[in-house]
């Protein structure tokens, strides 16, 4: 079994949708949860990151943890085309030390 | 954000020769550099830990005396790939961090070997 399980998709949504994205982890030893987006040839770069089980709100994005159920969540609301990317969740036993990816999830936004 | 340079972005090479990617942290000293690698479609996959001034340290299932990593200075990083092979085609990507920042990544290396 992965350590962290992200549904590839790909997810199509009208433009304007929100955009729910979700991983299951298995490991309940992993504290911090990130939420990375990345354009296609591009490395990743970091949307949101969190530690405590709640809601974090940055924008239009908000990520979700669940520590009891090992399930985290990103939601973008008022999608736009320029949010077409593949999504990847990541998560860490120690602040910023080894990530563990998940396989990420390729969205597109249509106009 | 911090900005972190990959070079050669993208790299053709003849199978059995070696080739060598740069990672460099443009306007910070990064500790410590993580190298991953990723297959179409699939996640990013940890291939080996870096500090500055140690040995690499790295994850189950990758070949140290394949995959060198040296990294000689604060500021950068390099992945050598011995005796490449076509099953060694894929997008290689770094990251690097220090103490108390996250992770910022390069823009990854498409490595094909033919």
């Known amino acids: 079994q992965k350590e962290v399980e992200q549904d590839p998709g790909p997810l199509s949504v009208p433009e304007g949708a929100i955009v729910s994205l979700n991983c299951t982890y298995s490991?309940?030893?992993?504290?911090?949860f990130m939420w990375y987006r990345q354009y296609s040839r591009k490395g990743p770069e970091l949307l949101m990151y969190?530690?405590?089980?709640g809601n974090k709100e940055d924008g239009r994005f908000t990520a979700q943890v669940d520590k009891s159920s090992k399930y985290i969540s990103l939601f973008i609301r008022d999608s736009q085309p320029s949010d077409s990317a593949t999504y990847l969740c990541?998560?860490?036993?120690?602040?910023?030390?080894?990530?563990?990816f998940g396989a990420g999830t390729q969205v597109v936004v249509t106009p | 954000g911090a900005v972190v340079s990959q070079h050669p972005s993208r790299v053709i090479c003849k199978s059995g020769t070696s080739v060598k990617i740069e990672c460099r942290s443009l306007?910070?000293?990064?500790?410590?550099m993580f190298w991953y690698r990723q297959f179409p479609k699939q996640s990013l996959m940890l291939m080996a830990t870096?500090?500055?001034?140690?040995?690499?340290?790295?994850e189950q299932g990758v070949e140290k005396d394949k995959f060198l990593i040296n990294h000689a200075s604060l500021t950068l990083s390099t992945l050598t790939v011995t005796s490449a092979h076509p099953e060694d085609s894929s997008f290689y990507i770094c990251?690097?961090?220090?103490?108390?920042?996250?992770?910022?990544f390069g823009q990854g290396t498409r490595l094909t070997v033919v």
């Open positions: 990541a998560i860490t036993t120690d602040s910023w030390g080894k990530l563990q």
């Open positions: 306007d910070f000293q990064a500790t410590t």
């Open positions: 870096s500090n500055e001034g140690s040995k690499a340290t790295y």
């Open positions: 990251s690097a961090r220090t103490v108390e920042t996250e992770a910022f």
């Open positions: 490991n309940s030893a992993f504290q911090y």
């Open positions: 969190t530690y405590s089980s």
